[in-house]
């Protein structure tokens, strides 16, 4: 489909930007472009996919509910590295212990990526056995989100 796992157009680099400050917004074109791909890939049962897990603040929770539960937003400046882990306990223990004491709430977010995707990235150890994550550059969160099967889900809620 045309679109998915693109480079980011000029018109797709001012609404990073305007996600990086967190403006309200319409419906975005990332969104209806996730919705296409998704589409698109749930067509086929026979995709082999991995599940993944990813710790959220409020804000950040707000921008994936803008894009339909359909991909993450752009990282910002500060952020060169998207790190979702492995492990749902992983993800606990980072909504719990560090977003609600920086945001006052945390949300461990579930969702399956594309096995032929992730191939192409080692899994990192962060700190222990129990932490692993993988290491996706900034660049491309487009062709990460367009990775991702089905939709993005809450299962826990801090505090």
């Known amino acids: 489909m045309r679109g998915c796992g693109t480079r980011w157009s000029t018109a797709s680099v001012c609404l990073s930007l305007k996600i990086a400050r967190f403006e309200p917004r319409p419906k975005s074109l990332l969104a209806e472009r996730l919705s296409d791909c998704h589409r698109e890939k749930n067509m086929s049962k026979d995709i082999e996919t991995v599940t993944l897990w990813r710790p959220v603040g409020p804000e950040e929770l707000a921008l994936i509910r803008d894009l339909d539960m ?90």
């Open 70 to 159: 359909r991909g993450f937003p752009p990282r910002l400046p500060d952020q060169p590295i998207f790190y979702p882990v492995l492990s749902e306990d992983y993800a606990v223990k980072i909504a719990r212990d560090w977003n609600v004491l920086r945001s006052g709430s945390g949300f461990v977010t579930k969702f399956d990526v594309r096995k032929d995707y992730l191939d192409g990235h080692a899994v990192q150890e962060a700190g222990g056995r129990a932490h692993l994550e993988y290491w996706i550059p900034a660049e491309e969160m487009d062709q990460f989100n367009a990775a991702i099967v089905g939709t993005i889900e809450v299962t826990k809620t801090f505090p």
